[in-house]
């Protein structure tokens, strides 16, 4: 009998009750604007970095429009400029070279490992050659952290400043320090799909006063910076108050109000994520063709999703495998495809680009298929996922 699943992939949780009375006290007072508050009170906004920060272990933290703000802002406070060219993963989302080329800068793809992390020795060669770029923007894709402890060394060695992209590893550890604690700089996102969910969002950490600093005035804080929270002390903002430029992409109220709740929460739903993780984890094992990503032993993940690889197989399979799989309601996203296609693209088909050769990296794209793991989803759901790709990628294997 051919199974069939029919949860709703994108389907994420309600808003925590506590979020909603809280936003509905802001919409009745109006005062969305983070700086907009009546005699005595403290915005949301404020208190969500102070509570983010305090959260992360950072100094200091500041909340903006979304995830590729926070990222972009980052790569501005550091330094980097037009024409500048910045080190990031083969294997990410459009909105990461994407702040990077916002900025007038190039991105330098470093590949892919069957880890589904950053190549370490290939970031090692890019940095051996004269002139290799000086920052380095990491995507910890879709949960999976790499050896930070080498990373950081490398980077350290040469002088390689690391801005975190957090936007799928928030509350996630490696060794026992949190993900986004290692860089200069770390962003996250607030989006919908990732861990926390105010619609649109991103926040930014950092214990450097003065990258902090820029960053604020940077995100549209005008000569208001002093009620930030988590922000560094004025002297910071003497020294460059003048200079940086206002790009405005502040968080509002409403939206600091509907998260602060859905952060207090974040450790229970970790696990709540994890279990389902492990579910399809366990139910996909030692399926014949199939590859399970295993976990290093120094990572703590929060995984929101789940990704598997079919490593060598011809394209026609791949497509077989996600066609049956969607027959069975089971949407997943392959990122193998030579056509961008909903939120999945490429790192050759970021044209604004220059698009190097890295034949290990395509190997690995060409057989990643991922899928999201609302927690809508029941652990039930989860196995029943898990065994109707099991049994559509041992149909097509065998066929194959
Ligand atoms: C890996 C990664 N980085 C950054 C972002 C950017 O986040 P936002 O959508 O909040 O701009 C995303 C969004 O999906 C992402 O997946």
Redesign the pocket.
């Known amino acids: 009998m051919t199974q069939r699943f029919t949860g709703n992939f994108t389907q994420q949780e309600p808003i925590p009750d506590e979020g909603i009375d809280a936003a509905l006290d802001v919409l009745r007072h109006g005062r969305l604007h983070r700086y907009n508050v009546a005699e005595g009170e403290t915005a949301h906004a404020a208190l969500l970095e102070q509570e983010f920060a305090a959260q992360m272990g950072s100094k200091y933290a500041l909340a903006v429009s979304?995830?590729?703000?926070?990222?972009a802002t980052a790569l501005r406070a550091v330094g980097v400029a037009a024409g500048d060219r910045v080190l990031t993963n083969a294997f990410?989302?459009a909105?990461?070279p994407g702040?990077i080329a916002s900025l007038g800068a190039t991105p330098v793809f470093v590949g892919v490992t069957e880890a589904l992390t950053i190549d370490l020795d290939h970031l090692v060669g890019i940095l051996a050659v004269k002139d290799a770029p000086r920052v380095l923007l990491l995507?910890?894709?879709?949960g999976h952290i790499c050896d930070m402890d080498r990373l950081m060394q490398i980077c350290d060695g040469a002088g390689v400043k690391v801005i975190e992209?957090c936007?799928?590893t928030m509350g996630a550890r490696w060794n026992g320090t949190l993900s986004g604690r290692h860089g200069a700089m770390a962003?996250y996102?607030?989006?919908t799909?990732?861990h926390v969910n105010s619609g649109?969002?991103?926040l930014l950490i950092s214990d450097d006063p003065d990258l902090m600093a820029r960053a604020i005035i940077l995100s549209g804080s005008y000569m208001l910076y002093e009620r930030h929270l988590a922000g560094p002390p004025p002297e910071a903002f003497e020294k460059v108050k003048y200079i940086t430029p206002n790009i405005s992409g502040r968080m509002d109220n409403l939206r600091a109000a509907i998260l602060r709740p859905q952060l207090a929460k974040l450790d229970v739903q970790s696990a709540a994520w994890n279990a389902r993780y492990r579910v399809v984890e366990e139910g996909l094992r030692n399926t014949p063709g199939l590859t399970v990503i295993e976990r290093p032993e120094a990572e703590d993940y929060v995984m929101s999703s789940f990704q598997f690889l079919l490593l060598d197989w011809s394209e026609e399979a791949v497509t077989e495998v996600v066609s049956q799989c969607a027959e069975c309601g089971v949407e997943l996203k392959w990122f193998g495809g030579a056509e961008p296609a909903g939120?999945t693209s490429r790192y050759d088909s970021w044209r604004y680009a220059d698009t190097p050769e890295l034949p290990k990296t395509d190997r690995i794209l060409k057989g990643i298929l991922d899928l999201r793991l609302p927690l809508t989803f029941s652990l039930d759901d989860c196995a029943l996922i898990a065994r109707i790709i099991r049994d559509v990628v041992g149909r097509v294997h065998q066929a194959g």
Do not use: W
């Open positions: 979304s995830g590729g703000y926070a990222i990410t989302l909105p990461v702040a995507s910890h894709m879709r992209d936007a799928h962003a996102s607030t989006q799909y990732k649109e969002g991103g939120f």
